[in-house]
């Protein structure tokens, strides 16, 4: 098994650009989630799905979009880049909600200038 | 509002020696504790964690000491290695689908 995978593992983009952040897995889990890690912040999240067909905010969730159209995948879209969102981006899945372990992908380093 | 605090962010400690870092929540709703470990680059993993009615689990090297009724709660590393240097990060998980949340993380340096 891969586990969590994302693409891409670092991008630039210029304020204003769209973007979408790819994360995958392999382990026909459920829940999935996107956070975003910032130096003193630690790791807050942005979207959550309990499953394909349903998403629902985090603490931290204007600026970005997610959909669910399968079980495996779960993009993040940033419609028009701040340099606020400049940061570290996490997926993790894990089986059921997050009353299960989550297991975290390797992170998409994002830079807006 | 940090629903989980952490402290130290850093911390350096000689090889052999003990790593302590501290959390603390305010939320009596929570009900599992996991810390995560994540090293540069990677995503953070699962470390070990504790339930409340639990004061204390240990796992090799790794302790989480926890104090209900401080809402306090620990993870303490023995014989503290250089490949344990990384950012280590508590959290704290309630009800519903989207109640984890996680401590601002400490950097843990182990000198040789």
């Known amino acids: 098994n891969a586990g969590v995978t994302q693409t891409p593992k670092f991008q630039v983009l210029k304020t204003g650009q769209s973007m979408t952040l790819q994360c995958a897995q392999d382990?026909?889990?459920?829940?999935m989630s996107w956070y975003r890690q910032d130096p003193g912040m630690g790791l807050r999240l942005i979207h959550y799905s309990v499953g394909a067909g349903i998403t629902d905010q985090g603490e931290v969730p204007n600026g970005y979009n997610v959909s669910r159209s399968t079980t495996e995948d779960f993009p993040l879209r940033l419609l028009s880049a701040a340099p606020s969102q400049t940061s570290v981006y996490f997926c993790a899945s894990s089986a059921g909600t997050l009353r299960g372990t989550q297991y975290f992908g390797p992170g998409t380093r994002l830079l807006v200038l | 509002q940090q629903q989980v605090k952490q402290s130290p962010q850093s911390l350096i400690v000689q090889k052999g020696g003990i790593s302590i870092i501290n959390c603390a929540y305010e939320?009596?709703?929570?009900?599992?504790f996991p810390w995560y470990q994540q090293f540069p680059g990677k995503g953070p993993a699962l470390l070990i964690a504790i339930r409340p009615d639990v004061s204390e689990k240990k796992e090799g090297r790794f302790t989480i000491s926890f104090n209900k009724s401080a809402k306090q709660f620990s993870l303490h590393i023995m014989d503290s290695q250089p490949g344990d240097s990384a950012t280590y990060f508590c959290a704290a998980r309630g009800t519903g689908a989207n109640n984890l949340f996680f401590g601002t993380g400490t950097r843990l340096t182990v000198i040789p």
């Open positions: 939320n009596t709703a929570f009900d599992y």
């Open positions: 382990m026909n889990h459920e829940y």
